[in-house]
């Protein structure tokens, strides 16, 4: 029987060819929201021949303002579109056959306005082009952050839009899947978690006020999206903090995005503060997963230290998600998907110019993989 990791999965409209994603990871490596034609390049081909049934892209700013970095990837003008769109047409020609590709779209909000994970990742000084950043509430994130200028109205209204509209060129792109980046302390998460929402008004206090602009934003988007495209959501199945966001409360925000057309959920955490203690450790967000998925019925993916082809198979195998999605793994690694495969029984799909790396005519395949000792 094949592996379970291995078996297509439906997204909603989308036919995916196996349970492997690679999860999305900013390259902070644009131009003014314009995909880097040479790093973007190489980063999008590579994982488009990684044997992944899915490859989303990086978290994408829906406006300028909504990006982390300076160079951080954006979506809300032809010319990003343009650039993001040279990227996929290269990226297209190598992918092995079926797979698919996403869009993580999103705003920093509070967590905007800071330097490149490798310059410190701390907010912007004065001299290095800060800008007024945007937030439910006027509560920066940590001390030393900038204070954001809490969304009115017409704010909202502007943020709302800007998501359609990034959906519209994301559908324009031909890409498959659209992913609301809803986690990790961004702008949609700090809607829900009290710990950075504080407003009074009808999106902040109980859960249902705090879910409710970012289902706002589901629901406009899901309206111009074509029917063969999946929406999904990134969402947080905890703030690991009192007063924070908790699984039951995640149970409620998939069963609401569900209610508004959304296919899929992608359950991480963390994020929302600092000085949390994370217990990290292989599968540690999967119970997230798994009880969403219990629950709401809706198409669940895994993610979280998720590393070795047999941890993947287990989990989808155990219907504790229906898709796994790994990041540092691929890039560790961006044949994984390939080696996943072999290691588990199934007969991997190379690019053909790569055929004969298969086992049968290649001794040297089993000599690589054979336990260290083995080897000398
Ligand atoms: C380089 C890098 C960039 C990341 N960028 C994003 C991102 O754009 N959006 C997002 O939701 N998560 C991002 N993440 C988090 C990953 O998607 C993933 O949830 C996390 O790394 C845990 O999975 P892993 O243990 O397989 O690496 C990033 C992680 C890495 C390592």
Redesign the pocket.
Same mark, same amino acid.
């Given at each position: 029987m094949t592996a379970t990791l291995f078996q297509p999965l439906d997204i909603g409209p989308v036919h995916v060819p196996n349970r492997i994603a690679v /999860?999305?990871?900013?390259q902070y490596s644009s131009h003014d929201g314009c995909a880097e034609p040479d790093w973007h390049t190489q980063h999008l081909m590579t994982l488009a021949m990684s044997g992944a049934g899915l490859v989303m892209l990086? /978290?994408t700013a829906v406006e300028r303002l909504g990006r982390i970095t300076h160079h951080c990837l954006g979506l809300w003008s032809d010319d990003t579109q343009a650039a993001l769109a040279r990227v996929l047409a290269s990226a297209r020609r190598v992918a092995l056959p079926g797979t698919r590709f996403g869009i993580?779209l999103g705003h920093a909000g509070r967590k905007a306005s800071a330097q490149r994970p490798w310059e410190g990742g701390r907010a912007l000084a004065a001299e290095a082009d800060p800008w007024q950043t945007v937030a439910p509430s006027a509560v920066p994130f940590t001390d030393g952050w900038h204070t954001p200028a809490e969304l009115d109205e017409a704010g909202l209204a502007r943020v709302r839009d800007a998501f359609v509209q990034a959906a519209r060129r994301a559908v324009a792109l031909g890409l498959s899947v659209i992913e609301l980046?809803a /986690?990790?302390g961004y702008l949609l998460h700090q809607f829900t978690s009290p710990i950075a929402n504080k407003r009074t008004d009808r999106y902040g206090g109980s859960l249902e006020n705090r879910l409710r602009f970012p289902l706002e934003v589901a629901h406009a988007v899901r309206a111009v999206l074509p029917a063969h495209v999946a929406l999904g959501a %990134?969402i947080t199945g905890s703030d690991w903090t009192a007063g924070g966001i908790t699984v039951e409360e995640a149970v409620v925000f998939a069963r609401a995005l569900q209610a508004e057309g959304v296919d899929y959920v992608c359950v991480?955490s963390g994020g929302i503060t600092l000085g949390i203690s994370i217990p990290v450790a292989p599968d540690y967000q999967v119970p997230f997963a798994e009880r969403i998925r219990k629950e709401v019925g809706i198409v669940t993916r895994a993610?979280? *230290?998720?590393v070795t082809p047999a941890q993947a198979e287990a989990i989808v195998a155990s219907g504790r998600a229906d898709q796994v999605? *790994?990041? %540092? /793994?691929f *890039?560790d690694n961006p044949r994984w998907g390939w080696h996943a495969a072999e290691s588990l029984g199934v007969k991997p799909v190379f690019p053909p110019q790569y055929d004969r790396l298969s086992a049968s005519s290649w001794p040297g395949s089993a000599l690589l993989r054979a336990p260290v000792a083995q080897k000398v």
């Open positions: /999860a999305p990871m900013c990086e /978290a993580q980046h /986690a990790h %990134r991480t993610v979280g *230290l998720i999605a *790994l990041a %540092r /793994a *890039l």
